[in-house]
């Protein structure tokens, strides 16, 4: 692939559209400083793919955008094409359909970048991915910049290691090594974890084995607090009913009060109303008189300041008439002035007119003189320039041969003394390989360790399925074990409920009934509590009760007692089926069993008296003829169910525990054999990492001796070509200095030339004399020109001005006197004022006179209608306290009879919650009178309330119970069992990561070395080209593990001694990091290389041998080359310029250059042909 042509539009100064063609051979891109060169290489970078802004010289990517000058607005998107030549088909397969590939990136402003290839949407790891396919990219060693050949310089050695493993192509592997170990770190870190959390379940397993049977004591206790509960409920119930008819009782005596102080409030109301409405009248007369007076007096006020605006206009005036009398003297003396100053202004213009006439006519005359002498200067001059040129053309040429004859003596010196050094180099090196080992001895004895490593490694794959299916038995057992456990701790649970719901189920102040002394068949509860009933909850012994008690079975006490009568045929007797005390066996012989209903109907007429049948379902027939049919369980019913389910509890029980012995005997061996087999593992493992680091160290060793043969065969093919290139260079010197010599005796003495010149520079200088003394007086007149119109302008302003001053005086003038006829015509008209005034205001004081009489009559009429309005209205807001007091009565009895219905409706709701049913069902399951009395309700809800506190509080004693023990418990069993699972997987999947990265290490080890040689050769070869000789090589430092060591330069430039690059000069520095970043380029060559002026620290040899050293590149590899740079040299040694230019400040335009301006700073060779730069060949 090839790139051919690269497009801008909107990234960074570069606005408008852009195309900078990228053709084969060398392209130079020149421009001064902050023209916007580096853009164009960032461009590049940046349709490569490059993500960092930092690297693109921005906060964020968006900066990339152009963000506008002060005449040009910012732009919202900016995009890059780079157009590459695909014929040879080596694109990626995704992308190797078309012999042209457009790539494109486009960013907008706030939304991020989109990339395109042949106008299709791609992701920008696909692109990426295409450039690295292509020994290229964003981050590539092809794009060189100065900055990197100073960091290339200055870096340490372990630094400059990501040089070759850019080289070797294993920045994939890195990639995967590190994600490996990471993946690796979080396995192990999850295995931790899965240990953590699988002690965490035992624990938790083992709290909740012991939680089922205090579940089943609280389950208890909440159906006796139900019970409590129930009984409460019923009793606020009926309270709250007895409030609600308290409430409304007080409503209506409070509403009675309301409606009486209402009456006496409409009653006083219509009184205050017929008083009220009497006063807007008086008040409407009191107001007109009060208006009627207000007005007069403002009368009164107006005439006050009428008289006293005639004083104020008096005295203006005559302040006036004072200030027209000045104003009339200041004018005539200003039209005085103005005349005398005209006339002074006129001679003096007459004066300057005479003057510059007499002026001009002298600098014509000396103008004509000093063109003619100007004339002769210019002849003299030409003679001097010319005699200075040929004499500086002699010597520069002659000084210019001596420098060359100077530089080829030392350079042949130089050679004989680097011949005979290499000679030296070459018989060191002959001497060193006779010394090295065998590279086939050393073949064999690395293929020996390795296979024992895979000896080792197949003993540790067979260990490991061991320890595998170790685990797996392993686990089974552990998983046996729990299960048992748990099933026995649930039956357990179960079997400590049933007996607590036992114990709970007697009767207060009962002990041992005798339905605990009995066992009875299962299908047979049912048929032994019809029989019985409550009498199987009596005592069988006296003893065993409290004193006084009044139901219980008598014991036989030694007594002989009869046998019932026989039962009916058909019907088995009772104590056939139930074992017990003998206090109950005739009770038992008494009643049969029959299958149905209908058996029993039909042997009913034979019962004896006392005599009873039922059936397993609960069915009762009696011998007098009394039935009752099967229903619900019944409590002994259900107390005998629970009491056989609770034996068999009993012998399950039993044989868990045979079981859960059983099981731990095997989880035990196959712990055992767990642990011999993880110990196996182990010391497998452990082999296999001794073999391992054998090989590794064979390895290393044999790389060693394999790169020691290969750098000195390089070296001595290298030290080979050197001394055949020295022995031609010396050749080809000692020609070209019997030429210049040659040229130097040709020359001749430069005396003839200096007195030419002597003679010139002085026919020169008299004549410039005299040009000055003329080109003087010609400056005096025209400056006396310029000074005198200056003046004849300004005469002419003054003239007008003061002109323009004559005439508004006058008009000022005559203003001032049609100002003074109008002020004493006011004069006249102020002084018949004062009289009119005085008639006034006589009349108007009389009509105030007779205003104020009128006004004080109607206002003390008006006062007693207010006072007798004012009573009425205070008894009317005594009657309407009382009424708002009575409806606060009534509104505290509606709040009473609200909260009372509210409290009814929350014990109703409560009941609801609680119960769910009604509030008059609940009474009626708690067995109370709905019409007790408001005592006996109290007492009976303090009884309740203290026996539902102490049922609470004997549950509240238990504590937090888990009611859900059980669930949870089978919960974690599965948990444990799913994470052991799990934590057998991470453990294989940790052995197969460590597996992988030492075969990453491994690939990489190898390929580094094998770039490492490459890049050395290379290397050494380049530092000969671009130094014209010396020596030089890269050797690994500071681990024997290629993967962590360093790299260091040793150089040697020529007549110096080897020595890292550090000690080189800056020069020096710059051609060795030139000369490997060229080497591990050529290792694996790009379509592109981008230069940014990274010949800025080379003098012009060196530049012109880099230059020689890129066309040899191009050459040879096809590589097209893209320089930034500021040196002539350069430049002229490109095949192609294009100038960056910044004509509108920030905005960069791309332009052709003339390329025959660069190639005239070229030295053209003497024979006309292709100059060769001294020690350069390609």
């Not at 164009?40 to 490569?48: D, F, K, Q, S, T």
């Amino acid at each position: 692939m090839q790139f051919t042509r690269l497009r801008l539009a909107g990234f960074k100064s570069f606005v408008e559209p852009t195309d900078l063609l990228i053709e084969p051979g060398l392209t130079g891109v020149v421009g001064p400083n902050g023209c916007g060169k580096s853009n164009l290489v960032e461009a590049l970078r940046w349709v490569m793919g490059e993500t960092s802004a930092r690297q693109m010289r921005g906060g964020e990517m968006d900066d990339v955008i152009f963000g506008g000058t002060t005449s040009r607005p910012a732009r919202n998107h900016a995009e890059v094409q780079l157009l590459i030549d695909n014929a040879a088909r080596r694109a990626p397969t995704a992308f190797n359909d078309a012999s042209e590939l457009e790539v494109s990136r486009r960013i907008d402003r706030g939304q991020g970048s989109q990339y395109r290839v042949n106008g299709r949407e791609s992701r920008a790891r696909d692109v990426q991915m295409l450039f690295a396919d292509a020994a290229t990219g964003a981050n590539s060693p092809s794009l060189v910049s100065q900055g990197r050949v100073a960091a290339m310089i200055n870096a340490r050695p372990f630094e400059r290691r990501a040089i070759l493993e850019d080289a070797a192509g294993i920045g994939g592997l890195q990639a995967r090594r590190k994600e490996a170990e990471q993946r690796l770190t979080a396995a192990e870190t999850n295995l931790a974890r899965i240990d953590d959390i699988l002690g965490t379940l035992a624990k938790q397993r083992d709290g909740l084995e012991g939680q089922a049977a205090q579940a089943a004591k609280y389950r208890q206790l909440s159906d006796a607090i139900r019970a409590a509960e129930t009984v409460l409920l019923a009793i606020r119930w009926l309270d709250a009913k007895l409030g609600r008819s308290k409430a409304a009782e007080a409503l209506r005596a409070a509403e009675l009060k309301v409606a009486e102080s209402l009456e006496k409030v409409a009653e006083l109301t219509v009184l205050e109303i017929e008083l009220r409405e009497q006063l807007p009248t008086l008040r409407e007369a009191d107001a007109e008189a009060a208006a009627a007076l207000h007005r007069l007096h403002a009368a009164q006020g107006a005439l006050d300041g009428e008289a006293q605006r005639l004083v104020d206009q008096t005295r203006a005036l005559q302040e006036r008439l004072a200030l027209l009398a000045r104003d009339q003297e200041r004018e005539a003396n200003l039209a005085g002035d103005a005349d005398a100053a005209l006339a002074r202004l006129t001679e003096e213009a007459e004066a300057l007119a005479e003057t510059a006439a007499l002026d001009a006519e002298r600098l014509g005359e000396t103008l004509e003189l000093l063109a003619e002498q100007e004339a002769s200067l210019e002849r003299a001059e030409a003679a001097v320039q010319a005699a200075t040129e040929t004499l500086a053309t002699t010597d520069a040429r002659r000084a210019t041969l001596e420098r060359h004859l100077n530089d080829l003596s030392a350079r042949r010196a130089r050679l004989s003394a680097e011949q005979d050094k290499l000679r030296g180099d070459l018989a060191t090196i002959d001497a060193e390989l006779g010394t090295l080992p065998d590279a086939e001895e050393l073949e064999a004895q690395l293929e020996t360790v390795l296979a024992a490593e895979d000896d080792a490694r197949t003993r540790l794959t067979q260990a490991e399925e061991a320890q595998r299916r170790a685990q797996e038995a392993e686990a089974e057992a552990a998983r046996m074990v729990q299960a048992v456990a748990a099933r026995r701790a649930r039956l357990t649970a179960e079997q400590a409920g049933i007996a607590a719901a036992l114990a709970a189920d007697l009767p207060p102040g009962v002990k041992d009934p005798v339905i605990d002394a009995l066992t009875v068949e299962p299908g047979y509860e049912a048929a032994l509590a019809a029989a019985l009933g409550d009498d199987l909850q009596a005592p069988a012994r006296l003893a065993d009760n409290p004193r006084g008690a009044s139901t219980f079975w008598q014991q036989p006490e030694g007594r002989r007692l009869t046998r019932p009568d026989s039962l009916p045929d058909g019907a088995r007797p009772l104590s056939a089926y139930v074992g017990g005390p003998e206090a109950l066996a005739r009770r038992l012989m008494a009643v049969g069993v029959v299958a149905d209903l209908e058996t029993a109907l039909a042997l009913w007429p034979h019962l004896s008296v006392g005599q009873r049948l039922v059936t397993p379902a609960g069915d009762l027939v009696r011998w007098d003829g009394f039935r009752a049919a099967a229903g619900a369980p019944s409590r002994a019913a259900l107390r005998l169910e629970r009491r056989n389910h609770l034996t068999r509890l009993d012998d399950e029980i039993a044989g868990l525990e045979e079981e859960e012995m059983f099981a731990e005997e095997r989880q035990a061996r196959t712990a055992e054999a767990l642990a011999r087999a993880r110990e196996a593992e182990t010391g497998a493992r452990a082999q296999v990492k001794a073999a391992a680091d054998h090989a590794a160290a064979m390895q290393d060793s044999y790389r060693r001796q394999s790169a020691l043969l290969s750098a000195a065969e390089a070296k001595r093919n290298a030290l080979t070509t050197t001394l055949d290139r020295l022995t031609a260079d010396a050749t080809a010197l000692e020609a070209d200095q019997r030429a210049s010599e040659a040229e130097r005796a040709a020359l001749g003495s430069s005396e003839p030339l200096l007195a030419a010149l002597a003679e010139a520079r002085a026919e020169a200088t008299s004549q410039r004399a005299q040009a000055q003394t003329l080109r003087s007086e010609a400056d005096r007149l025209k400056r006396d020109a310029l000074t005198r119109g200056a003046r004849q302008a300004q005469v002419a302003r003054e003239q007008a001005d003061w002109q323009r001053r004559a005439q508004n005086s006058a008009a000022v003038l005559a203003d001032l006197a049609a100002r003074q006829a109008a002020a004493d015509a006011e004069a006249a008209e102020l002084a018949q004022a004062p009289d009119d005034l005085a008639d006034r205001r006589d009349a108007l004081l009389a009509q105030i006179e007779a205003a104020e009489a009128k006004r004080r009559a109607v206002g003390d009429t008006l006062a007693a209608a207010d006072r007798a309005a004012s009573e009425a209205t205070r008894r009317l807001k005594e009657a309407e306290g009382a009424a708002a007091s009575a409806r606060e009565g009534r509104i505290r009895a509606e709040a009473a009879q609200d909260a009372a219905i509210r409290d009814a409706q929350a014990v109703a709701d409560r009941i609801r919650e609680r119960l769910d049913c009604r509030p008059d069902e609940v009474v009626a399951q708690a067995a109370l009178d709905p019409d007790l009395a408001p005592q006996a309700v109290a007492q009976a809800a303090h009884s309740a309330a203290s026996r539902l506190e102490k049922l609470s509080a004997e549950r509240e004693a238990l504590g937090p119970v888990n009611l859900r023990a059980d669930q949870e418990l089978a919960e974690i069993v599965a948990q444990i069992e799913t994470l052991t699972a799990e934590k057998d997987d991470l453990t294989q999947a940790i052995d197969r990561l460590r597996g992988a990265i030492a075969s990453i290490n491994r690939e990489g080890r190898e390929r580094l070395l094998a770039s490492f040689q490459k890049v050395n050769g290379y290397f050494e070869e380049l530092f000969v080209r671009l130094f014209g000789g010396g020596r030089a090589h890269l050797q690994l430092t500071e681990s024997d593990d290629p993967l962590a060591a360093g790299l260091e330069i040793m150089a040697s430039p020529p007549g110096k001694k080897l020595q890292t690059l550090s000690l080189l000069s800056g020069g020096e520095q710059a051609l060795t990091a030139l000369s490997l970043i060229f080497a591990v380029f050529l290792t694996n060559p790009s379509p592109i290389c981008v230069l940014d002026e990274v010949d800025a620290p080379l003098d012009d040899a060196n530049v012109d041998r880099f230059c020689g050293l890129l066309d040899h590149i191009a050459t040879e590899s096809g590589t097209r080359f893209l320089c930034v740079t500021h040196h002539r040299l350069t430049m002229a040694r490109m095949d192609r310029l294009y100038g960056v230019t910044m004509a509108e400040r920030g905005v960069s335009q791309l332009v052709s250059v003339d390329l025959s301006r660069a190639e005239k700073l070229r030295f053209p060779p003497r024979d006309g042909g292709t100059p060769e730069l001294p020690g350069l060949r390609g």
